[in-house]
């Protein structure tokens, strides 16, 4: 199940990052099939590890706080 980012709620942040790298691959495979998102939503291999380093970032806060 996808989680949604919730502006008052940092943490959901974290939450919704770390599913989507979870589910990287079938997030890649779905925005690629469907030609009409591919260029706006498929993400590179720099943006993915870009998300990786964010998560842990998050993470260290959420161990802080």
Do not use: G, P
């Not at 996808?2 to 008052?8: L, Q, S």
């Amino acid at each position: 199940m996808v989680i949604r980012n919730v502006a008052t709620r940092w943490n959901y942040t974290h939450a919704m990052i770390q599913r989507a790298l979870m589910l990287c691959k079938a997030i890649e495979k779905w925005v690629f099939e469907r030609k009409e998102l591919r260029d706006e939503l498929y993400l590179s291999n720099q943006e993915w590890a870009f998300l990786k380093w964010l998560a842990d970032i998050l993470k260290m806060s959420l161990v802080i706080l």
